[in-house]
């Protein structure tokens, strides 16, 4: 057994359940004291960790309360950072200092949450600490809201923030459909390459018989006639329509259907996006002549965390917890991930992948989701999404605010 | 006692306590058949009236479980409109034809929830009752997440909204501060002519620490330069810099800081706004270059059903209980409104007002709840706003979905 300190942390954008993730990492260190000495948190990723902006979670989550409202506290209580480490064949300065610094401190386990881009981060480190003398197990733990990771079924995270946009564009439905006169109301959601959660916004209706009536997902090419056509369909059916596009939505040349508006790039050269449903407006003002609506959900369904997925909290403690399993099993450069059992109840097992699988890597929604017009999902579709936004996590209040856990 | 029927309807827009209200009038209307003999349900307000399309709510509702539905379902569950009537003195035919229908179905009891537009309504309804031979009580019900009505302490429907805002909006906080770089993210609220819910973002910070860095209001005229200098000197005391902005902000010569994008009316020449926070990201990226994301709140907050305040739930079923209280006494053109008392501890009476005291009028923010400066607001404000938020009214689900009441 190699005994020493562990360290986590947190990358990418931040979602509801990522702090749950780091809780289960905090629960089984803490479970396993014999070994694990310390856990140190660091701040803003690799960034702090650089910095050695450290924090020892163990005395900080002596109370245990503390990890009940890390529960649902949305976005990383310990900061998050958007750097990408260099190939180490290329440079090998960065590996050189990060590990001078496991070294310093002990450190034996490295936990690093994020999405495809953190996972190149873990899959790069560990195969720089094979090249070293130094033992170490480099862990990534999976999480962002917009599924697409590879390999695993689904990611913690994104059950949460589907039951925020379901929870909400159902509000949406019951609050447009009180006026008798024709008006549409375009809902953009997040979801750059993949529409997964998009595609969430067919659970609306569910329950309450009217649901969404057209969706669009980045997997199709957007087709702006057909589009025009398909809303005036949708009209003739009742005056108050509702689409839901994902920010992502690409025309045949390529170009973002919000493009004209946005051109900042970040670290990773993705474009920032915004913007898709306002531009859609404009042309249905122009083509149709109705009240048009533009509503971006924007931050508040990444941080929804007042209406959590109890599914998707509890399966991020779980996931968490199975990051620090596979580390004391001695494994290197993996992540754990669900696997959906074979059952008619819904259950999920924890099983893991190497990073090098997951890293840069995409899963789109598949064909056999998306309706043959390209302006809804399929069955399938909707029995994969349900299970996982099942049961409510609701945040702790005081005084009626969220109290929320402050790191600091 | 004036025997016979009665009717509900709801007017204006929607909010996620005027369903909380209109079941009151329901529980009240149950409470006291020996004199009501049937409580119709007008669908979308005036308009649905002139056609008679009535709903028989005393059917609808035989199983009080349809009622906590109600309590919980976003919007007007009887639709809305937002049609004016004329003067009395110019215009008598829509008059006559409404007390025709009145008369047809004995309908002696006339509850019309809405807010100040709605109470315009009920005031010129009740002077026309004076000037005919058939008794009937004209009783208006206030709501209105705006809480601009005047006399009442505040409006049955904005605690639910100020809730959902200063929940989403501390997770937003939380969200932006994940990253270290300089970035400010303006959020837009609702409230064209006053600011209440603006303010309400300053109830945010009072259990986490961290609240809103600024906070502008309709009240006090929009100065760009304070505001890019009020944004440099927040950026010098941490990089995540969150600003709250009204809707309805306008500069000196009386324009919008929305304008140039939008210039649609509704029926009563209120101009359609939005994108103030988006022409403000213009604005900052010009004369400060940092990043800046715009978050509308849009229609969610109005519809945050999932997340309302218990406070405001119970309340908005008092005033609806109210309203009935006051028709069974006699009165005609008056409307419940809500008494503070003068008490430690927070807690309020029902009284009523006339109708034409409240009708087209607005309550604006006082002078002594803003800031010197115009950036933010004063304790008294706070102290006024934070009971109005207490206490957490959640949504039933099913399979992870809320559950609505339709009335069809």
Redesign the interface.
Known sequence: MLFGNAIVG?SGG?TSAINATLSGVIRACLDNKNIINTLYGMK?GI?GFLKEDFVDLFSFFEDSRQLRLLES????AL????KKLPKPEEDTAPYERIFEILKKHNIRYFFYIGGNDSMDTVDKLSRYSRLVDYEVRIIGVPKTIDNDLCITDHTPGFGSCA?FI???V???I???????LDAV?IVEIMGRDAGWLTASSS??G????KGVDLIYLPERVFNAEQFVNDVKEALKKHPDVVVCVSEGLKYKNGEYVSEDEHHTTDAYGHKYL?GTARMLTHLLKREIGCKV????????Q??????A?K?DILESIRVGKGAVSLALEGKNGVLPIMKRRNSRKYAVTIGYANASEVANKIKRVPAYFINEAGNGVTDECIEYL?PL????H??N????????C?ID
Do not use: F, W
């Not at 900061?79 to 958007?82: D, N, P, V």
């Not at 936004?389 to 409510?392: F, L, R, V, W, Y």
């Open positions: 947190q931040p803003n960034e506290t949305p976005a990383s900061g998050s950072c958007r039951k379901s929870t909400v159902e509000e949406i019951r609050d447009v459909s009180v006026y008798t109301t659970l609306c569910m329950v309450n018989g915004s609506r533009a509503v971006e959900l924007n931050l508040p990444r941080a929804g965390a007042h209406i997925s599914t349900l936004i099942k049961g409510e609701y945040s209040y005081r005084d009626g605010l969220p109290i929320h402050i």
